[in-house]
């Protein structure tokens, strides 16, 4: 996010003081990440290393660092786990909000940094360790179970009525329905499929592993010795292993993955028989959730501030580029 939240400074370092037990001589917001719920922060310490703070919305559960802290707890490697509370919790809620603090890695995105064949193995085998990681019954009451539904699915209707209304006092909102008015039968195809593979695959019997969800390159950070780290549990889900497996096979944008990456990863990863079909819905589910998500933020979100607001226009329109997942999805369609 590009904006703050609405959670006052001073709050946050008497939280992080009181609930972690360090001292805190500085905090600095960090404008980065797609995520309309999360903000990040620079936490100095003054006598030792800087942190990461994620700050979420909602003040109840926080899966993801929930699901990170259980997995390193099981010896599952490459996972980027919260440090505990003093309580030896993996958050702390203040407010309306939940806080997760973090290590500061000297790391780079795997999407930066352009993975080895070694680190593309070594992906493969972390990933075959999450899904083959049976999750605790306290963590199946936090993570969803996968329903075959898009994420913000519900919203196109809405979405539909507010690009219907935009006018020229908002021209962000503007903008976004015209460029929302130009794709609408991509989008409403979209939506038709991703509904229709839903219901053909409710009922599949492919086991439901623990998944991150969330896959792609940007959220495996590399670190300057070189080792990788998987970051941003909070879609984690239990679903087919194809929900993860999407981001590595055939990827869900250009230049996220290639072939070769793909074969490096799934040596890692062990033999795996990968159906079709539920990769066709997942990407083709993925492209509705960003389309949802974006038109959300430009459109329905008025206190997301222009340049968060802006920020979802250009994004939405990147979803259609050649190569990115739209056209992705399209191809596993046609």
Not at 53 to 78: D, E, I
Not at 128 to 138: D, F, G, L, S
Not at 270 to 275: K, L, N, P, Q
């Amino acid at each position: 996010m590009h904006e703050p939240p609405d959670l006052a400074g001073d709050l946050i370092v008497g939280a992080l003081q009181t609930g972690f037990g360090i001292r805190v001589a500085g905090l600095a917001f960090l404008p980065v990440g797609n995520d309309a719920d999360s903000w990040a922060y620079q936490v100095d310490t003054g006598d030792g290393p800087p942190r990461f703070l994620k700050v979420r919305t909602g003040a109840g559960a926080m899966p993801g660092a929930s699901v990170a802290a259980y997995l390193q707890r099981q010896g599952t490697p490459r996972v980027l786990a919260p440090l505990p509370t003093r309580a030896g919790e993996p958050y702390l809620a203040v407010d309306r909000f939940a806080l997760a603090l973090y290590p500061m890695l000297d790391a780079r995105a795997g999407a930066e940094a352009r993975l080895s064949p070694a680190q593309w193995r070594e992906l493969g085998a972390a990933v075959a360790e999450v899904h083959a990681t049976p999750p605790a019954p306290a963590l199946l009451r936090l993570v969803g179970r996968e329903s075959f539904r898009p994420s913000r699915r519900e919203l196109l209707p809405e979405l539909e009525a507010a690009v219907a209304a935009a006018g020229p006092a908002d021209p962000v909102a503007g903008r976004m329905a015209a460029s929302w008015q130009a794709r609408r039968d991509v989008i409403e195809a979209l939506a038709e499929r991703a509904d229709r593979l839903g219901r053909e695959l409710a009922g599949s019997p492919a086991p439901r592993v623990l998944c991150h969800a969330d896959l792609h390159a940007w959220n495996v950070l590399v670190d300057s010795a070189g080792d990788l780290w998987i970051a941003d549990w909070d879609e984690a889900v239990l679903a087919p292993r194809e929900r993860d497996l999407m981001f590595v096979v055939g990827g869900i944008g250009h230049g996220l993955v290639s072939p070769a990456a793909t074969a490096s990863f799934l040596e890692g990863y062990g033999e795996v028989t990968v159906d079709p079909a539920l990769l066709a819905y997942y990407r083709c589910a993925w492209a509705v959730q960003d389309i949802a998500a974006y038109g959300e933020k430009a459109l329905l979100s008025p206190a997301a501030g222009d340049a968060n607001r802006r920020a979802a226009v250009e994004g939405f329109e990147q979803l259609f580029a050649p190569g990115n997942i739209v056209d992705l999805a399209s191809v596993d369609l046609a």
